[in-house]
């Protein structure tokens, strides 16, 4: 192309002249190339809605227009980038971020693109080295002026003290932003750029944009980028630095895209006739990896993450106790028990002098007096959920060593429990909040939430006492979660509501007693019109489920605790329901959580959303790690209902597999240092499911509970189980709502099985008119009432009425 007939303004052709001191010690880099990937996001660019580009050192948050905020651990480096253009003979300045067409989300890499009809401008951005970059391809007809314009900020992560307003000082070629102390700076570059305004000494105070100002010629820079780096400072020579920093890019590019393009080769994933739910799982496990964050020479795992605007603090960027601890089920279900590992040790390390597990911990917390702050160990749960955590470990890695090696702090987390105990002898709710931080009608005494957990800690503790060869502590525990058991029944059961009280002081209809099937050693006796409250639109919504009634006095939709919707509240129904004999309802809400991982922030899942509206919350941290992981443990242990004991050799298989699917692979399954795949196919009025090894092993697949015992069956390289099917088989759709949608989908509200019929309970808004899939495993004989059969479908049409109607339908034989 000749440039030559476009005339260049002055102010752009003397750009070029002053740019060229620059390039010897920055210059721009040829354009790396992305390894090939199977897991890709490609969607039009919505400008409020966030993303999110996260490392162990450092992270960018921003929105889907292209504004960002980047973080080197712990500190904000800088807010507000922005970008606009002037391209030559085209006197119009072109506000590039309100030219964001096209947001392509990999787990590698982030891009935003701008396009015009004169250029196109890709802005790559990815997180896998020491710092996080952002790279610039840039396309055009024209030379042109590009502004890249941001607010330095300097921040450590709240709430550690900071260093005054940052200047930026120009020093050749690259930006040092400097705060009160001289020991904490950093420094931004980008090639060939120059300054934007720079106040002389002598002029009036006053504050101007920090700019970068890039010239761009096609002709010349063709096939180049221009990466923006940022990091801080050192004692060495700025251009050095940022050169440093350049020349390390293609390599560190190449890195991460090297390593999430193996990322799967270990870990569990599943092919079904569903890719949308084969895609979520990837999705939810590459979400909770890129929540590792480097803290000196550990790791650990962060909270959540939301651009912090004005703030210091990024959503929840902190390290979490509890967050972490129900995670670890989600870790240990697809196999990174290297990762639970550095989880547990980065607590463990954490744990006070009486026993007590942390709860929050920021990522500046050495900057003050952490200790004596009130969120280190502000919550009661931590420490029980620590014990049941490192059982599910040892029982899905088979790690006894791992055990041995912590024995003392899981010791010590028992003896601070065991010393915390009411006249009932349950861990005391008031050593730090339950699960409510705040409570309308005062703080719960004793939540049923607390005494759940409780009573699977000690039933965790007995196994774990057991493996360590202390058969008075295990009878000791085992028989305290029976006792346990046993008082939650006579203290919570709310017998003219049919339903388990929020606490011992308030009968409150909540989601919370759902945590009581958690990690499959324990159930309530008397749960079943609880179980379809729960499944019914008054708890349920198309995207999740309220956490309290909305027939409660104090119900608010966008409250935080008090009628919102958490995915995490959405998970442990769906595995209760699942383990409690209700598939249907399971499945609907299982496919809630895994559909948001398309809603907001991209590949990931959100932390609370509305009530009554379908809409994340303003507060919501659009990247939240527990939220991932209910997109995992309720499909795993769940849907396919698999629980192992990696000790044992045991398979557990208790699989719920929805109506439509003929048959689905579990690819990985990690049972100790050994992965194997399980193939699940329906076959007439049976599910078989085998097992294939390379070489002769031993393995048991059972649908019962696992055996403590080792299974002692003769090696072979194929193992199978076959397990009857329902006569009936219904299906549930699972669509995701519209924005700002209310509560319209139906509901399976009630399950039941006997010899010769099975009998569904549905609601719907009144007049609704549902076909539903049905797979019938007898060809004849059998019939239906309260619906109507035809080619594979049931027709069920609901009564008039406002509000939800029900349907009862009932298959004989």
Not at 72 to 92: G, M, T
Request: aromatic letters at 12%.
């Amino acid at each position: 192309m000749d440039n030559t007939k476009y005339m260049l303004p002055k102010y752009l052709s003397l750009a070029l002249l002053v740019t060229s001191a620059f390039a010897a010690a920055l210059t721009p880099i040829p354009k790396p190339e992305p390894v090939p990937g199977s897991l890709e996001i490609t969607s039009l660019a919505i400008p409020e809605r966030p993303f999110t580009v996260a490392g162990e050192h450092g992270a960018i948050f921003g929105r889907q227009n292209g504004k960002f905020e980047a973080w080197v651990w712990p500190v904000k480096i800088l807010s507000d980038f922005k970008i606009r253009a002037e391209l030559a003979d085209y006197p119009v300045p072109i506000d590039v971020n309100a030219l964001a067409a096209q947001i392509n989300v990999t787990p590698a890499e982030t891009i935003i693109t701008y396009s015009h009809a004169a250029f196109t401008i890709r802005q790559h951005m990815f997180a896998g080295g020491r710092q996080p970059v952002v790279f610039f391809e840039i396309s055009s007809l024209r030379p042109m002026e590009i502004t890249f314009s941001f607010k330095p900020e300097m921040l450590k992560n709240w709430p550690a003290p900071n260093f005054g307003r940052p200047d930026s000082e120009w020093v050749n070629g690259a930006y040092i932003l400097h705060t009160d102390n001289p020991d904490f700076s950093a420094i931004v570059a980008m090639p060939r750029t120059r300054p934007g305004i720079m106040v002389p000494y002598q002029e009036h105070p006053q504050t101007y944009p920090t700019e970068l100002k890039l010239s761009f010629d096609p002709k010349r820079d063709a096939g180049l980028v221009f990466p923006l780096v940022m990091a801080m400072a050192n004692k060495n020579n700025a251009v050095d630095q940022a050169a440093a920093l350049l020349s390390a890019v293609p390599q560190s590019y190449s890195e991460t895209q090297t390593y999430y393009q193996h990322f799967f080769d270990k870990k569990l994933t599943v092919e079904t006739p569903d890719k949308h739910l084969d895609e979520a799982l990837k999705w939810a496990e590459v979400s909770i990896d890129q929540a590792q964050v480097a803290h000196g020479n550990e790791i650990g795992l962060i909270a959540g993450y939301y651009e912090s605007a004005d703030s210091a603090r990024p959503g929840y960027a902190w390290f979490f106790g509890r967050d972490t601890l129900f995670t670890t089920y989600a870790i240990n279900s697809y196999g990174d028990f290297a990762l639970t590992r550095r989880a547990l040790d980065f607590l463990i390390k954490r744990q006070r002098d009486d026993g007590k597990m942390m709860h929050e911990y920021s990522q500046a917390a050495e900057s003050i007096d952490w200790k004596n702050t009130p969120y280190f160990y502000a919550s009661a749960d931590s420490t029980p959920l620590f014990i049941m955590a490192m059982w599910d470990y040892v029982r899905s890695s088979g790690d006894a060593n791992y055990l041995k090696a912590n024995w003392t702090a899981v010791n010590k987390a028992w003896d601070f429990m065991t010393k915390h105990q009411d006249a009932e002898g349950i861990y005391d709710n008031r050593e730090g909040t339950g699960w409510v931080e705040s409570w309308p009608p005062g703080m719960p005494k004793r939540e049923i939430y607390m005494a759940a957990l409780d009573e699977q800690t000690a039933e965790a503790m007995s196994r774990l006492a057991q493996l360590m060869n202390e058969p008075e502590l295990s009878s000791n525990a085992y028989k305290k979660s029976g006792e346990i058991a046993n008082h939650i029944e006579s203290d919570y059961f709310n017998s003219q509501d049919d339903f388990y009280d929020f606490s011992t002081n308030d009968n409150t209809a909540s989601i919370y007693p759902s945590v009581a099937w958690w990690d499959g050693s324990f159930h309530l006796n008397k749960a079943e019109k609880m179980l379809t409250r729960w499944a019914s639109s008054e708890f349920s919504t198309d995207w999740g489920t309220r956490d309290i009634s909305p027939k409660t006095s104090f119900y608010d939709a966008i409250s935080y605790h008090q009628g919102s919707i958490w995915p995490l509240f959405t998970g442990w129904v769906s595995l209760a329901e699942y383990r409690a004999g209700r598939p249907l309802s399971a499945y609907a809400h299982l496919m809630q959580n895994v559909n948001l991982t398309w809603d907001q922030d991209l590949g990931a899942v959100t932390e609370l959303l509305s009530g009554e509206y379908y809409q994340p919350l303003g507060r919501s941290s659009s990247h939240q790690l527990w939220s991932s992981a209910m997109v995992i443990t309720p499909m795993v242990r769940g849907l396919f209902g698999l629980d192992w004991n990696a000790a044992t050799r045991t398979i557990r298989v208790t699989p719920h597999l929805p109506a439509e699917w003929d048959h689905a692979t579990v690819s990985n399954i990690a049972l100790g240092d050994e992965l194997i795949d399980l193939e699940f196919e329906k076959s007439g009025d049976k599910l078989v499911v085998k097992e294939h090894s390379k070489q002769a092993s031993v393995l048991c697949l059972t649908s019962d509970n696992p055996s403590e015992t080792p299974c002692k069956p003769k090696p072979s390289s194929v193992h199978g189980i076959t397990l009857p099917l329902p006569m009936v088989e219904l299906a549930v759709t699972a669509e995701v709502p519209a924005q700002g949608a209310t509560t319209s989908a139906l509901k399976v509200i009630s399950e039941e099985t006997a010899p010769n019929s099975e009998t569904f309970i549905l609601s719907a808004p009144g007049k609704t008119v549902a076909m539903l899939p049905v797979r019938l495993h007898k060809a004849k004989g059998i019939s239906v009432d309260g619906g109507t059969l035809s080619g594979g479908m049931l027709k069920v049409e609901f009564p008039e009425g406002s509000g939800y109607q029900e349907r009862t339908v009932r298959f004989t034989w």
